[in-house]
């Protein structure tokens, strides 16, 4: 009876990473010549979990791999060694190796084990020297793993409940034999009186000598599963034991030289060890199967509301089953009320669970900013803010690799070298923020540096010389930074392998923008720059204000809008001669016409007869001219692009209560399309004019 | 509701019964079956396995600033497809919309491996034929007309000639024009 491992796996991989995330953030955490212990112990936790799994489940590569790296992370937490950068540099090196072997592993390839190799090498190199001598000899894992002899003493005793664990000695035995020739002494000295001895227990130790050229971890393997239930040592032959506890065993052992006694004769036909099972892994082929760990709170929410759905749809039933009189329709409303109320909590209890903290993203930039500015030599200061802020799963997954390009680039290009900020007045170390929050129905994520900023000179020529503007064209200093977002720019004075290669900011915008979202840049030359990526909490549900034009009904998406009002027609006027501005209050608000930007006829067209809707997007505020408002409701949103394509100033589509489609409005897009906004350009285009006015 | 859907099933049915009474189109080891309909007493036929489903027309939801040959969008299911009137897409008159006219669902793969839904209006269905590959024949070399890209073949059935639609091609829709300042 063997076990099926493989089901097992998912969870396995799913732990190491996390383990190995773990690990790579504790690392960093650490600074050489200190001895953070508490540090050190997450960071070998971590390691010896991976390591016990890969073995358990027969990934030799990775748990022998992993079994230096407990050495030496041994060593370090027992101060027998200082820690030292080489060997942070070299924990985290393996870090990423062990992500590779486990990727590898996960997609049933063969793993590349060459860098393994080569970093155990390194490994040994380190554990060889420096150790001091009394500590050596003394703890067998010490010694690099390749360790060698001509033979090894092996003492074994279990304890007695050894059998209740499903574990049989004498096949350990059995396989000891398969590897030299053996010579075995059974201990005998603990067995009970015959009236006291109960058949289940083990109360048998050995001693053993394997003669051969025979690796340590061969040997270990076959112990691996019960190293927890026994007193066992190893070591080469001729030292001397010197672990107390064994040398009285030996002692003890000495007079009897017996073969294995009854009582372990009798349990020969117990099931065998789940190692023969761990050694095959499976073959069995599967697909990606994508997980997700919820937090408990958010599942017991969700119960709880299914709870509620549960007495409300009895109530309903039980309603339907009466006389149906006046009375009764104020509780069918009543109850359709508690209805919709269940609902609405119930889809944002779902939600909430494809919902992660940003973190998820954060964390591997701690590292990233590592290794870049060393590489780089830059001293970089890497701060991360609004790491619990929330955002949607598929989002996330999205996010990351833009982000790892901004962040890239704030570190090559954007900050100086040391010498260069010293001599600007700055601090000699440069920052780099994250810092992530959300705004409205938004998430906002900026990459903030205090570098050399955006040179809008040298963006300038570049896009010149390759024919992206033309040499005479006039352009604000925004208009110049978005330029760096359109194909084919690269600024870099040398390409390197860092960042650089022309292909990037473009792509990043275009990642961001499937994502519905939206990036700019700030840049002030000589303080640094600072990327804002705007996103949609989520891609599934927005509630929305249905409004109708003509005959046509849309929905605005009602966390953008601000108020809805009839106009005072007194209170119009023609900006430039082209753009209807309302004064509303103390501020200025350019009046867009929807049926005019959609092309629709029949629709009302005097501002007073109509009504507006007062929307706000990235800090601005428009004026939408509709017939009506109708009803609020939520919305699923549906993607036009599926099957069509992008339309300028529609963000989606949905399908309403009557099965009709409606289209969402894109205020963004549609202060585009109304002309109002030229790329990259802050504010709308009309700002001057209404300044002049005022 | 008006709808006059067809399921892929009908139509083979439909399919299997056409080919007992004519014997010369029986179908061998090459050859396709094709839904044909017709539009200005013109044949036009596309692959019976792309068509989705077959139902009368319905308003749909305007898109705005899209060419005038897309009708608009409507509801497959919880789907959003766009609907084009095949007429106005071929630069012919078109026809007023009434009880008869009829939509053809198809679903069409394109190069890069993705799929899209679109619902083609013509004025009516004609048939279900099984074609032998000899029978088709490339399309002639009029590339200098403007619906020539959309003919992928020509076959011969009987004496009547059937164009096939090079389906993919009619996904292309041109850029919506946008808007400029409003005045």
Same mark, same amino acid.
């Given at each position: 009876?063997?076990?099926?491992?493989?089901?097992?796996?998912?969870?396995?991989?799913?732990?190491?990473?996390?383990?190995?995330?773990?690990?790579?953030?504790?690392?960093?955490?650490?600074?050489?010549?200190?001895?953070?212990?508490?540090?050190?112990?997450?960071?070998?936790?971590?390691?010896?979990?991976?390591?016990?799994?890969?073995?358990?489940?027969?990934?030799?590569?990775?748990?022998?791999?992993?079994?230096?790296?407990?050495?030496?992370?041994?060593?370090?937490?027992?101060?027998?060694?200082?820690?030292?950068?080489?060997?942070?540099?070299?924990?985290?090196?393996?870090?990423?190796?062990?992500?590779?072997?486990?990727?590898?592993?996960?997609?049933?390839?063969?793993?590349?084990?060459?860098?393994?190799?080569?970093?155990?090498?390194?490994?040994?190199?380190?554990?060889?020297?420096?150790?001091?001598?009394?500590?050596?000899?003394?703890?067998?894992?010490?010694?690099?793993?390749?360790?060698?002899?001509?033979?090894?003493?092996?003492?074994?005793?279990?304890?007695?409940?050894?059998?209740?664990?499903?574990?049989?000695?004498?096949?350990?035995?059995?396989?000891?034999?398969?590897?030299?020739?053996?010579?075995?002494? =059974?201990?005998?000295?603990?067995?009970?009186?015959?009236?006291?001895?109960? /058949? !289940?227990?083990?109360?048998?130790?050995?001693?053993?000598?394997?003669?051969?050229?025979?690796?340590?971890?061969?040997?270990?393997?076959?112990?691996?599963?019960?190293?927890? !239930?026994?007193?066992?040592?190893?070591?080469?032959?001729?030292?001397?034991? /010197?672990?107390?506890?064994?040398?009285?065993?030996?002692?003890?052992?000495?007079?009897?030289?017996?073969?294995?006694?009854?009582?372990?004769?009798?349990?020969?036909?117990?099931?065998?060890?789940?190692?023969?099972?761990?050694?095959?892994?499976?073959? @069995?082929?599967?697909?990606?199967?994508?997980?997700?760990?919820?937090?408990?709170?958010?599942?017991?929410?969700?119960?709880?509301?299914?709870?509620?759905?549960?007495?409300?749809?009895?109530?309903?039933?039980?309603?339907?089953?009466? %006389?149906?009189?006046?009375?009764? @329709?104020?509780?069918?409303?009543?109850?359709?009320?508690?209805?919709?109320?269940?609902?609405?909590?119930?889809?944002?209890?779902?939600?909430?669970?494809?919902?992660?903290?940003?973190?998820?993203?954060?964390?591997?930039?701690?590292?990233?900013?590592?290794?870049?500015?060393?590489?780089?030599?830059?001293?970089?200061?890497?701060?991360?803010?609004?790491?619990?802020?929330?955002?949607?799963?598929?989002?996330?997954?999205?996010?990351?690799?833009?982000?790892?390009?901004?962040?890239?680039?704030?570190?090559?290009?954007?900050?100086?070298?040391?010498?260069?900020?010293?001599?600007?007045?700055?601090?000699?170390?440069?920052?780099?923020?994250?810092? =992530?929050?959300?705004?409205?129905?938004?998430?906002?994520?900026?990459?903030?540096?205090?570098?050399?900023?955006?040179?809008?000179?040298?963006?300038?020529?570049?896009?010149?010389?390759?024919?992206?503007?033309?040499?005479?064209?006039?352009?604000?200093?925004?208009?110049?930074?978005?330029?760096?977002?359109?194909?084919?720019?690269?600024?870099?004075? %040398?390409?390197?392998?860092?960042?650089?290669?022309?292909?990037?900011?473009?792509?990043?915008?275009?990642?961001?923008?499937?994502?519905?979202?939206?990036?700019?840049?700030?840049?002030?030359?000589?303080?640094?720059?600072?990327?804002?990526?705007?996103?949609?909490?989520?891609?599934?549900?927005?509630?929305?204000?249905?409004?109708?034009?003509?005959?046509?009904?849309?929905?605005?998406?009602?966390?953008?809008?601000?108020?809805?009002?009839?106009? !005072?027609?007194?209170?119009?006027?023609?900006?430039?001669?082209?753009?209807?501005?309302?004064?509303?209050?103390? %501020?200025?608000?350019?009046?867009?016409?929807?049926?005019?930007?959609?092309?629709?006829?029949?629709?009302?067209?005097?501002? %007073?007869?109509?009504?507006?809707?007062?929307?706000?997007?990235?800090?601005?505020?428009?004026?939408?001219?509709?017939?009506?408002?109708?009803?609020?409701?939520?919305?699923?949103?549906?993607?036009?692009?599926?099957?069509?394509?992008?339309?300028?100033?529609?963000?989606?589509?949905?399908?309403?209560?009557?099965?009709?489609?409606?289209?969402?409005?894109?205020?963004?897009?549609?202060?585009?399309?109304?002309?109002?906004?030229?790329?990259?350009?802050?504010?709308?285009?009309?700002?001057?004019?209404?300044?002049?006015?005022? | 509701?008006?709808?006059?859907?067809?399921?892929?099933?009908?139509?083979?049915?439909?399919?299997?019964?056409?080919?007992?009474?004519?014997?010369?189109?029986?179908?061998? $080891?090459?050859?396709?079956?094709?839904?044909?309909?017709?539009?200005?007493?013109?044949?036009?036929?596309?692959?019976?396995?792309?068509?989705?489903?077959?139902?009368?027309?319905?308003?749909?939801?305007?898109?705005?600033?899209?060419?005038?040959?897309?009708?608009?969008?409507?509801?497959?299911? $919880?789907?959003?497809?766009?609907?084009?009137?095949?007429?106005?897409?071929? $630069?012919?008159?078109?026809?007023?919309?009434?009880?008869?006219?009829?939509?053809?669902?198809?679903?069409?793969?394109?190069?890069?491996?993705?799929?899209?839904?679109? $619902?083609?209006?013509?004025?009516?269905?004609?048939?279900?034929?099984?074609?032998?590959?000899?029978?088709?024949?490339?399309?002639?070399?009029?590339?200098?007309?403007?619906?020539?890209?959309?003919?992928?073949?020509?076959?011969?059935?009987?004496?009547?000639?059937?164009?096939?639609?090079?389906?993919?091609?009619?996904?292309?829709?041109?850029?919506?024009?946008?808007?400029?300042?409003?005045?």
């Amino acid at each position: 009876m063997s076990i099926d491992l493989s089901q097992f796996f998912e969870v396995f991989f799913e732990e190491s990473f996390e383990g190995l995330d773990i690990m790579e953030a504790e690392l960093l955490a650490l600074t050489p010549g200190t001895h953070d212990l508490e540090t050190i112990n997450t960071i070998f936790r971590a390691a010896h979990s991976i390591k016990g799994g890969s073995g358990t489940f027969g990934f030799t590569v990775v748990s022998n791999f992993t079994h230096v790296l407990e050495t030496l992370l041994d060593q370090i937490r027992d101060g027998r060694r200082a820690l030292e950068q080489q060997h942070i540099d070299l924990l985290l090196l393996s870090v990423d190796c062990l992500r590779d072997l486990l990727s590898a592993l996960k997609a049933e390839e063969v793993p590349d084990e060459a860098v393994a190799n080569k970093l155990k090498a390194d490994f040994e190199s380190i554990l060889a020297d420096g150790v001091c001598g009394e500590y050596a000899a003394n703890e067998s894992e010490d010694k690099p793993s390749s360790t060698q002899s001509s033979g090894w003493a092996i003492k074994f005793f279990p304890f007695p409940y050894l059998f209740k664990t499903g574990n049989e000695p004498l096949y350990m035995l059995h396989e000891l034999e398969a590897l030299g020739k053996l010579t075995i002494t =059974a201990d005998l000295s603990h067995i009970p009186e015959f009236s006291k001895l109960v /058949p !289940d227990e083990c109360h048998v130790g050995w001693d053993i000598e394997l003669h051969g050229n025979i690796e340590k971890e061969q040997i270990e393997e076959i112990f691996e599963w019960v190293l927890d !239930d026994c007193d066992f040592s190893l070591n080469p032959i001729g030292e001397v034991t /010197p672990s107390a506890e064994v040398e009285d065993t030996k002692e003890e052992s000495e007079p009897s030289i017996e073969p294995p006694a009854q009582v372990s004769e009798e349990k020969k036909e117990t099931k065998p060890t789940p190692t023969q099972a761990a050694k095959a892994p499976s073959a @069995v082929k599967k697909g990606e199967t994508n997980s997700i760990r919820v937090a408990i709170d958010k599942v017991d929410s969700l119960i709880n509301m299914v709870g509620e759905l549960v007495i409300t749809q009895a109530m309903l039933c039980q309603l339907a089953e009466r %006389e149906f009189d006046e009375n009764n @329709v104020n509780m069918l409303q009543e109850g359709l009320a508690q209805l919709s109320h269940n609902t609405r909590d119930l889809q944002e209890s779902v939600m909430r669970i494809r919902m992660l903290p940003i973190s998820f993203v954060f964390s591997r930039f701690p590292r990233l900013v590592r290794d870049i500015s060393q590489k780089l030599n830059k001293k970089v200061e890497l701060k991360l803010i609004g790491e619990q802020t929330e955002l949607d799963k598929t989002v996330m997954e999205k996010l990351s690799d833009p982000m790892v390009h901004l962040v890239r680039n704030s570190l090559d290009h954007g900050l100086e070298s040391p010498e260069a900020r010293v001599a600007a007045g700055k601090d000699e170390t440069g920052s780099v923020t994250l810092n =992530a929050f959300h705004q409205g129905g938004n998430i906002v994520i900026e990459i903030i540096d205090d570098g050399a900023g955006l040179n809008s000179e040298k963006i300038r020529a570049k896009a010149i010389e390759n024919h992206i503007i033309s040499e005479n064209e006039e352009l604000s200093e925004s208009e110049v930074h978005d330029l760096i977002f359109r194909p084919g720019f690269s600024t870099a004075d %040398e390409v390197s392998d860092i960042s650089g290669r022309g292909v990037g900011m473009d792509v990043v915008r275009r990642n961001i923008q499937e994502l519905n979202g939206s990036i700019e840049v700030n840049s002030v030359a000589g303080e640094g720059s600072t990327f804002r990526i705007r996103l949609p909490l989520t891609l599934a549900i927005l509630d929305g204000q249905l409004v109708r034009v003509a005959d046509h009904t849309y929905i605005i998406p009602l966390i953008s809008i601000i108020e809805s009002l009839q106009v !005072d027609i007194e209170k119009v006027n023609n900006v430039g001669g082209s753009v209807e501005v309302l004064r509303l209050r103390d %501020e200025y608000i350019p009046i867009l016409r929807l049926y005019q930007l959609f092309k629709h006829e029949n629709a009302i067209t005097e501002l %007073e007869h109509g009504l507006l809707v007062v929307v706000e997007t990235d800090n601005e505020k428009v004026g939408l001219l509709v017939d009506d408002l109708l009803a609020q409701q939520q919305v699923v949103i549906k993607s036009l692009e599926n099957n069509y394509q992008r339309i300028e100033g529609i963000s989606g589509a949905t399908i309403l209560g009557d099965g009709r489609v409606s289209l969402i409005v894109d205020i963004a897009g549609l202060i585009k399309l109304a002309g109002l906004k030229k790329p990259g350009k802050q504010g709308l285009s009309i700002d001057s004019l209404i300044q002049e006015m005022a | 509701m008006t709808d006059i859907a067809t399921t892929e099933e009908d139509i083979k049915e439909q399919s299997v019964e056409y080919d007992h009474e004519e014997h010369e189109l029986e179908a061998t $080891g090459e050859s396709r079956q094709f839904l044909t309909f017709m539009m200005d007493d013109e044949e036009y036929g596309v692959d019976i396995l792309s068509v989705q489903e077959i139902r009368g027309w319905e308003p749909a939801t305007v898109l705005p600033n899209a060419p005038d040959y897309v009708k608009g969008v409507i509801n497959l299911r $919880g789907t959003i497809v766009p609907v084009v009137d095949l007429r106005q897409r071929f $630069g012919l008159d078109s026809m007023e919309y009434g009880a008869i006219t009829v939509v053809v669902v198809v679903k069409v793969s394109l190069e890069n491996n993705d799929e899209k839904i679109i $619902g083609l209006v013509v004025d009516a269905i004609s048939d279900v034929y099984t074609v032998k590959a000899e029978n088709m024949r490339p399309a002639p070399d009029i590339t200098e007309h403007a619906n020539a890209e959309f003919i992928e073949n020509l076959m011969n059935v009987e004496k009547n000639m059937v164009v096939l639609l090079n389906l993919p091609r009619l996904m292309e829709f041109s850029q919506s024009s946008a808007v400029q300042a409003t005045s």
